[in-house]
């Protein structure tokens, strides 16, 4: 199974569990008369919405370059990474809202114990959704994969958040219930915020990290006919990344021999480091000291 395959394999498994999960809590919410385990519920079910768009995202950027994307189409993916960021931060918005809205009114409930089963089974499913699409994410270096695991994960603390807040009110402290809500809604919301500046990241040309380019560094300067590195750009473009390196050779040497210099510069950079979808080699002459 191929990258892409694999990635929209992960991804409808998880609408399949998130579809059943959401009927369970909204239903346990109602049921169990708890506004934590209700808003729980439409946490869910924006897990499914995020989900398809990861799949539409993936399917978009896997596709081969054409005549109007020369350079192929991966950095729609993180703005679909982008549309599930903003998923994020209104759901926790939402929560919030209904949280404080239910202390405001004191439309406060003793939540039923289907209530308390289901903030349980939910908290161990969507962690197990999480570690399940995280390394799948890692494996195809996927941001809106990503993304959307971290979207499973803070279902994952809103359910542990629900869970307190239910027992509490069982316990007779009607107000946890609500509570509940309003504090996870705080923690959706900054993940949220989080993915948002980390797909802007990859829609600006952002640079590699340090160890990347020292390692293009090391892997130019040890092929034989390089003197020096005169310019060395990265950009992040997806899930790949651009390389613009300008390197110097001996003036003296013939065109076909400077070219073949920076043909071995390219093919070791390409082939030592993952996920370069383009290397592009200048030669200078070396000017000496």
């Not at 079910?45 to 991966?74: F, N, W």
């Not at 130019?220 to 997806?238: A, Y």
């Amino acid at each position: 199974m191929d990258n892409n395959n694999l990635g929209v394999f992960t991804a409808r498994n998880t609408i399949i569990v998130n579809v059943l999960l959401c009927i369970f809590k909204i239903l346990a919410g109602i049921i169990g008369k708890s506004s934590a385990m209700l808003a729980d519920g439409v946490h869910t079910l924006s897990d499914v919405l995020a989900t398809v768009i990861v799949i539409i995202g993936l399917k978009v950027s896997s596709k081969d370059a054409d005549h109007d994307h020369p350079y192929g189409h991966e950095k729609y993916e993180p703005i679909f990474a982008k549309i599930i960021s903003v998923i994020l931060i209104l759901t926790g918005f939402f929560i919030g809202y209904e949280g404080a809205k239910a202390l405001i009114k004191k439309d406060m409930h003793t939540p039923g114990q289907i209530a308390l089963i289901a903030a349980f089974v939910s908290i161990i499913i969507k962690e197990g959704m999480y570690w399940y699409t995280i390394k799948i994410a890692k494996k195809l270096k996927s941001i809106s994969m990503e993304a959307d695991a971290w979207h499973h994960r803070s279902d994952a603390f809103s359910s542990i958040g629900t869970f307190a807040g239910i027992l509490g009110a069982r316990m007779g402290i009607k107000a946890l219930d609500p509570i509940a809500g309003i504090v996870v809604s705080i923690f959706i919301i900054k993940v949220g915020i989080d993915f948002w500046l980390k797909s802007s990241k990859e829609l600006v040309d952002y640079s590699a990290d340090d160890e990347v380019i020292d390692k293009i560094r090391e892997i130019t300067l040890s092929i034989n006919g390089v003197h020096e590195i005169n310019d060395l750009k990265t950009r992040i473009f997806g899930n790949k990344l651009y390389v613009d390196i300008e390197i110097s050779v001996d003036g003296d040497l013939s065109v076909k021999k400077g070219h073949d210099i920076a043909q071995r510069v390219h093919d070791n950079i390409e082939m030592e480091i993952k996920d370069i979808k383009h290397c592009m080699v200048h030669v200078d002459p070396y000017k000496g000291e």
